[in-house]
């Protein structure tokens, strides 16, 4: 019988939770594809996947999601890859392209829009090529690996969508979750436990010497350095869905309902009990 299949994202900042499934045996009762964040979410509202690290937004779209306890990609405050690249300032920009990767980064950028920056701007989604987004807008929304590559240019402004909601609400950012289709749990098979299976996954792939091997391996195909990619997953990335992380994504979902982006703040649903874990940055 074919294992239970997995969505799952193709960008640095999953790594460790992939740990085990790459690693070591905890692939082997799943089916897994690699994608970008909004194919995720697309997957699991089509009934193509049943397990999948779903944008934080499209969670209140998709009906019969129950979400893994205590994994997240989130961040304190500056996360490095979700970029509001400016080729003036903020307050002058009126038309900008947004990375068709992710939703939730586009609602984010829209709540920071309202609450900080004066209104809203025109929007074109594209693809996330950062010198075709800026041919013809003022500014591009980066998210992920494409956003870990921009460089210092001293034509333009940078904005680090995290560290904008920490300075606006004072919490910090979840980006996304491992969510599973209740539909999918009745074929689970009895001797795994979801939770636990992916929370160790994550727990090895933060493993000092793990890191070091995610960071060898991507190293070649960012052309980022070891260095980089170690700072980036330790100091800017966040796995863990702790209280003051739990209360970020609260927030944001009413912002979400109150900007008029959702119809209104889902119940957030977990598998099994939740046990708030790590706070360490």
């Known amino acids: ?134 041919r013809e807008h003022d500014a591009a929304l980066l998210i992920g690996d494409a956003a870990l590559l921009v460089r210092p240019d001293p034509s333009h402004q940078l904005y680090d969508l995290a560290h904008e909601w920490r300075e606006l609400t004072g919490t910090p950012f979840v980006f996304a979750f491992w969510a599973v289709r209740l539909d999918a749990l009745g074929r689970t098979p009895a001797n795994i436990n979801l939770a636990k299976l992916f929370q160790r996954s994550r727990d090895h792939g933060l493993l000092p010497e793990n890191l070091a091997v995610i960071a060898k391996e991507w190293s070649a195909r960012l052309a980022m350095s070891e260095g980089e990619i170690h700072s980036y997953l330790t100091e800017n990335i966040h796995y863990y869905l702790d209280r003051e992380n739990h209360a970020g994504l609260r927030l944001f979902l009413e912002c979400s309902e109150e900007a008029g982006l959702i119809p209104k703040v889902p119940e957030l649903r977990f598998l099994g009990p939740v046990a708030f874990g790590s706070t360490r940055k």
């Open 1 to 134: 019988m074919p294992g239970l299949r997995i969505s799952a994202i193709s960008f640095l900042n999953t790594a460790p939770l992939m740990w085990d499934f790459e690693h070591g045996d905890g692939g082997r009762d799943f089916q897994i594809e690699y994608t970008i964040p909004a194919a995720c979410a697309a997957a699991l509202a089509a009934n193509r996947a049943d397990i999948g690290i779903i944008p934080a937004f499209t969670y209140a779209e998709i009906p019969g999601l129950v979400i893994l306890p205590n994994i997240a990609i989130a961040s304190k405050d500056r996360v490095r890859s979700i970029l509001l690249v400016c080729k003036k300032p903020i307050e002058q920009v009126r038309t900008i392209a947004t990375d068709t990767s992710s939703r939730t980064s586009v609602a984010l950028l829209q709540i920071l829009l309202s609450k900080r920056w004066g209104g809203a701007r025109s929007f074109t989604p594209q693809a996330p090529d950062l010198d075709a987004m800026l």
